[in-house]
C-alpha cells in the first residue's frame, strides 16, 4: 500500500544518510494511524540491504531475513504490560557490544518507547552517552512529550505528520483504496470527511473507520443518544444499548465528536461531524448547549477510566445521562 504522506519523511532520511549523517539514535514520533511502523520498516528494509544505494532490493539474503523477521542485525524491543523494563533496555545493550553479522549497522527499535520506566530509561542513558559506532537506535513512540528530556536532547527527531499538500491528497487516496476493495464500490458516497474528523486526521486509522464499517456503528450510538434525549426510550435501554455496541475506539470517537461539535459553535468554519443528524439540532437548540457538550465530554472521559465492568459502566452512563437530560429542559 502507498503511504504517501511518508514519501517526504523517506527522502529527508535517505538525504541524511547520503550526506553521512548518519544520526545514532532516532525518535520517530506519531500518532498510531500516522504510519510510524511502516516509516520504520521501509528505513530498517533500506539499511539492511546491501545490494542497492537507494532504497531495498527485496530479494537478498539480508532483504529476506527481515522481512521474516531473523535478521541478526535487528533488534525489537516490546513492552510487556505497557512497561519496557530495564532488563529489556540490558540487552539492548547486550545486543550493541557486537559488530554487525552481515549488515552494515545494528539497529534496535523500541516501540513505545514513552512506556520506558525510570529503570529502564536510566539505563537507555548509559547507551546514548557513548553510543555505538556502527549502531542505529530508533524510539517509537506517539507521546514524545512523556519521554526523559536527558534522552530527548541526545536524539534527533522524525515527527511523522501531514502537511497542507498531504491533507488535500488524503480524501482522493482514501476513496481509491476504498474502492479497490470488494464491497466498497459505493466508497463515493462515504463521509470520508466526517471519518478523517473522527479520527484526527490519521489516514491509516480514516481508512480502517471506512474498511470496517466502524462509521455505521458510530452513527448507531448518536442514534442510541437520540431517542433517548428525545423521550423516545428509556434510560435502561439506551444506555444498555450504547454499553453493548461500544468498542473501547468508539469512546474516544465519541469524545472527539463532541469537541468538534463545540468547536462548530464557537467557528462556523470548523468541519461539524453528521451535520444533519438529529442529535446534533437536538443539541444546538438547546439554551444550555455548551454545558451539555461539555457535560457529554465529561462523561465520556469517565467512561473510557473505567471501562472494566459493564455492570457498573451501564449503571454510571445511566446516572450521567439523566444528568444531561435535565439540562435539556432548564433554561439558560
Request: aromatic share 6%.
Amino acid at each position: 500500500m502507498n503511504y504517501f504522506w511518508l514519501d517526504k519523511h523517506i527522502d529527508q532520511w535517505n538525504a541524511a544518510i547520503g550526506h553521512d549523517h548518519k544520526p545514532q539514535a532516532v525518535i520517530v514520533n506519531g500518532a498510531d494511524g500516522m504510519g510510524k511502523a511502516e516509516l520504520l520498516n521501509q528505513i530498517i528494509a533500506d539499511l539492511v540491504c546491501r545490494q542497492v544505494s537507494v532504497g531495498h532490493c527485496g530479494k537478498c539474503q539480508n532483504c529476506t531475513l527481515y522481512k521474516q523477521g531473523y535478521h541478526p542485525d535487528v533488534h525489537n524491543v516490546e513492552p510487556e504490560k505497557n512497561v519496557v523494563k530495564v532488563n529489556m533496555i540490558r540487552k539492548l545493550t547486550e545486543f550493541f557490544t557486537s559488530t554487525p553479522h552481515c549488515s552494515d549497522y545494528k539497529i534496535a527499535v523500541i516501540n513505545q518507547a514513552d512506556c520506558m520506566n525510570v529503570a529502564a530509561a536510566n539505563a537507555l542513558l548509559k547507551v546514548l552517552e557513548e553510543p555505538p559506532a556502527r549502531g542505529i537506535l530508533f524510539l517509537s513512540t506517539n507521546s514524545k512529550h512523556q519521554l526523559m528530556p536527558t534522552i530527548k536532547s541526545r536524539c534527533v527527531s522524525l515527527d511523522v505528520v501531514l502537511n497542507v499538500g498531504d491533507k488535500i491528497k488524503l480524501n482522493e487516496w482514501l476513496k481509491s483504496e476504498l474502492m479497490n476493495q470488494p464491497g466498497q464500490e459505493n466508497a463515493e458516497k462515504l463521509s470520508v470527511q466526517d471519518a478523517l474528523t473522527l479520527s484526527d486526521f490519521q489516514p491509516i486509522s480514516t481508512l480502517k473507520l471506512l474498511q470496517e464499517n466502524q462509521m455505521i456503528d458510530f452513527k448507531t450510538q448518536l442514534d442510541y443518544l437520540y431517542e433517548f434525549f428525545n423521550q423516545d426510550t428509556s434510560v435502561s435501554v439506551a444506555a444498555k444499548q450504547i454499553i453493548e455496541n461500544q468498542g473501547n475506539n468508539n469512546w474516544a470517537l465519541l469524545q472527539r465528536y463532541f469537541l468538534q461539535l463545540l468547536k462548530s459553535i464557537f467557528n462556523q468554519k470548523q468541519h461539524e461531524i453528521y451535520a444533519t443528524h438529529p442529535l446534533n439540532k437536538l443539541i444546538k437548540k438547546s439554551p444550555k448547549v455548551i454545558h451539555i457538550i461539555i457535560k457529554m465530554t465529561e462523561l465520556v472521559q469517565q467512561l473510557m477510566l473505567n471501562l472494566n465492568n459493564q455492570i457498573k459502566d451501564q449503571l454510571l452512563l445511566e446516572s450521567m445521562l439523566v444528568e444531561i437530560k435535565n439540562q435539556f429542559n432548564q433554561r439558560s
